[in-house]
């Protein structure tokens, strides 16, 4: 099991930048597919971004793509997310969370830890 935990979100105005970080323990953070989500109030749980454990790959949801960019450092157990021209429609709670198979997929279902999230509020 691998423990998440999240940091880095706040209040920022329209067009503004934050950057998230998730830092993990536990079994070895290297050997997972990584992934941020979102959860708005009064909607589901949403995909945002994924990374393969090596880093190599990468993939977005088409909401963010072009503004936000994930990243990880095998190095010091850490996933990020940076998070440009952010956007009122983009607040919501982050989380972060480990994938449970071996190609890389989007789905919630396929995430198996989770972080207790970081709160982003982005106001018009």
């Known amino acids: 099991q691998v423990q998440l935990v999240e940091s880095g979100g706040g209040l920022v105005q329209a067009g503004g930048s934050l950057r998230l970080s998730c830092a993990a323990s536990?079994?070895?953070?290297?050997?997972?597919?990584m992934g941020w989500f979102r959860q708005a109030p009064g909607k589901e749980r949403e995909f945002v971004a994924a990374?393969?454990?090596?880093?190599?790959?990468?993939t977005y949801a088409d909401s963010v793509k072009g503004r936000f960019t994930i990243s990880r450092d095998n190095a010091k157990n850490t996933l990020y997310l940076q998070m440009n021209s952010l956007k009122p429609e983009d607040t919501a709670v982050y989380y972060c969370?480990?994938?449970?198979?071996?190609?890389?997929?989007?789905?919630?279902?396929?995430?198996?830890?989770w972080g207790q999230g970081t709160q982003v509020t982005v106001s018009s």
């Open positions: 969370a480990t994938g449970t198979r071996i190609v890389l997929t989007t789905r919630v279902a396929d995430f198996g830890s």
């Open positions: 536990g079994r070895p953070f290297s050997t997972y597919n």
């Open positions: 990374i393969s454990w090596s880093g190599v790959t990468t």
